[in-house]
C-alpha cells in the first residue's frame, strides 16, 4: 500500500485532491495529510472522509524541522505531494514576508526531510520514492493580451508578485534537489483552479458570496485581465497522472485554453445565480449586475496568463474533462447548497480582512 504525505490536505486544492484519490484509489492508499491549519486551512472540507482507517491528519506547519522529520521517522512515506502555501497574490502585496517563510522555507524543509528519509548510504534514493512540488504559472509572468503566446515548460520565468516570486524561489530549490542530488520529484505549474471549496478571497467565491448578500463586485481596473480556468477536480487528475506516468526530474504545465477575461465572469456568475436560484429564494434579489463596480487596480497586475498543455497531453495523455460551462454551474450550485459552509469561512477573521483589503481600493 502507497503512503502518501499530503501537504496542505486542509485547503482549496489539497482537499479537493485527497477526495479525488479517494475516490481513485480507495483503501489501496494511505494518506497523511499535515496542514498547519491557516486561515485558509478548513477541516470541514475533509469531514467525509474522517473516519477513514487509511486517512490521518497530523497539525503541523511545515516550516518546523523536527515536526515533518517526526511524520517521516514514524511513517514509511513513498509519495509527497506538496501543496502547502500562502497563495493569495493580494495578500502577498500587503505582507510579503509570511510568503518567503512558507513558500520558501517551508519548501526548503520539506525536501530536507524527504531527502533526509529517502537517501541511500551511497546517495542514490530507495526505489519508488517521489515528491510533487504543485506550482503555479504566474512564475512565468504575464503575457501580451493578443491570445497567441502561451506559457510553456521552457518560458522563463518572470514572477512579478511577492507570491509568485516565493512560489519561484521554491520551484527553484526543487530543481537544485534534482540537479544537485539527483532528488526524486516532479514539479507542476497550473493555471487558475475554481470549484468547490475555495476561501472566498479568491475572484470565483468572493464573487458568489458578494452577489448573494448584495454587496458590490469589486473588479480590479478594466476588468479585462485574462486567467485560463482549470476545475479542480481536472487539476487533481493532473497531478496524479504526472506523479504516476510521469517522467522524473520534469515540470509539467497543467491548464486547459480555457481563457476568460475577469468581467466575462462575473457576469456569467450572476447569470448562473439569477437562472439557479428559485424566486421564492430570498437571496435572488439581492442579485444583480449593477452590484458591478470597478476599483482600484491590482498593483503589478499581471495582463494575461494562458498555458499550452501540450507536454502533458502529448506524453501522459492528460486532457481537461469538465466544460467551463459545467464546471461553473457545479461551483455555483456547491456554494448554494454549502450556504452554512460558507457562512463559517466568511465570519470572524474574514470581515477584517475584507475590510482592510477593499475599503481604499
Ligand atoms: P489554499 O490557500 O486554499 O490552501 C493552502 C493550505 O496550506 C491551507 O490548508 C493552509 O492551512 C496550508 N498551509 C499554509 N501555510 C502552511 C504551513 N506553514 N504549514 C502547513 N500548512 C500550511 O491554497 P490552494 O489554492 O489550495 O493552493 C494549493 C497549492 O496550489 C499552492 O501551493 C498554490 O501555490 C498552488 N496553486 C494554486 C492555484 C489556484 O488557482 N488556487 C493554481 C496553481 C497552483
Ligand atoms: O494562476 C494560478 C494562480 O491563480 C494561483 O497560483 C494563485 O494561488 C491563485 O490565487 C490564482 O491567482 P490570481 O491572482 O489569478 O487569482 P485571484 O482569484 O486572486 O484573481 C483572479 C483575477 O481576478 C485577477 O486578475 C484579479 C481579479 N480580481 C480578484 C479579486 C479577488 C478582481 O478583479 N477582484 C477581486 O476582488
Known amino acids: 500500500m502507497r503512503t502518501y504525505l499530503v501537504t496542505g490536505g486542509a485547503g482549496f486544492i489539497g482537499s479537493n485532491y485527497i477526495h479525488y484519490m479517494f475516490r481513485k484509489y480507495g483503501d489501496e492508499i494511505r494518506i497523511i495529510n499535515a496542514d498547519a491549519l491557516t486561515y485558509a486551512g478548513n477541516l470541514e472540507n475533509l469531514r467525509d472522509i474522517e473516519g477513514r482507517e487509511n486517512y490521518t491528519f497530523i497539525k503541523a506547519d511545515i516550516t518546523d524541522q523536527p515536526a515533518i522529520e517526526k511524520i517521516f521517522a514514524e511513517n514509511d512515506i513513498d509519495r509527497v505531494v506538496h501543496f502547502a502555501a500562502e497563495s493569495h497574490v493580494d495578500r502577498s502585496i500587503k505582507d510579503p514576508s509570511v510568503f518567503v517563510r512558507t513558500n520558501v522555507l517551508g519548501t526548503a524543509v520539506m525536501l530536507n526531510c524527504a531527502k533526509a528519509a529517502w ?11 517521489k515528491f510533487l512540488h504543485v506550482s503555479t504559472d504566474e512564475v512565468y509572468g504575464s503575457l501580451p493580451d493578443d491570445g497567441t503566446s502561451f506559457f510553456r515548460e521552457d518560458t522563463p520565468y518572470d514572477p512579478h508578485s511577492p507570491y509568485s516570486a516565493s512560489k519561484a524561489g521554491s520551484d527553484l530549490l526543487v530543481k537544485s534537489y534534482m540537479d544537485t542530488y539527483h532528488f526524486p520529484a516532479n514539479i507542476t505549474n497550473t493555471s487558475n483552479n475554481y470549484g468547490p471549496f475555495q476561501f472566498p478571497e479568491k475572484l470565483i467565491p468572493l464573487m458568489i ?9 469589486p473588479v480590479y481596473g478594466d476588468g479585462r485581465n485574462i486567467r485560463d480556468w482549470l476545475y479542480v477536480d481536472d487539476h487533481a487528475k493532473g497531478i496524479d497522472m504526472v506523479q ?14 480555457n481563457e476568460k477575461r475577469n468581467i466575462e465572469i ?8 439569477l437562472a439557479e436560484l428559485p424566486d421564492d429564494d430570498p437571496r435572488k434579489k439581492n442579485v444583480s449586475r449593477d452590484l458591478i463596480t470597478y476599483v482600484g487596480d491590482r498593483k503589478g497586475h499581471d495582463r494575461r496568463y494562458a498555458i499550452a498543455p501540450d507536454k502533458i497531453r502529448a506524453e501522459i495523455g492528460w486532457e481537461p474533462e469538465t466544460p467551463f460551462a459545467e464546471g461553473i454551474k457545479k461551483t455555483i450550485r456547491w456554494y448554494l447548497n454549502n450556504e452554512e ?4 469561512v466568511t465570519s470572524g477573521n474574514y470581515q477584517k480582512y475584507y475590510e482592510d483589503m477593499y475599503s481604499n481600493r
Open 209 to 217: 458570496n458578494n452577489a448573494l448578500s448584495g454587496k458590490p463586485l
Open 266 to 273: 462575473v457576469e456569467l456568475i450572476i447569470d448562473t445565480l
Open 341 to 344: 459552509w460558507l457562512a463559517n
Open 244 to 257: 504516476e506516468q510521469g517522467r522524473l526530474f520534469q515540470t509539467y504545465n497543467i491548464g486547459g485554453h
Open 119 to 129: 537517501e541511500n548510504p551511497d546517495g542514490s534514493f530507495k526505489e519508488g520514492k
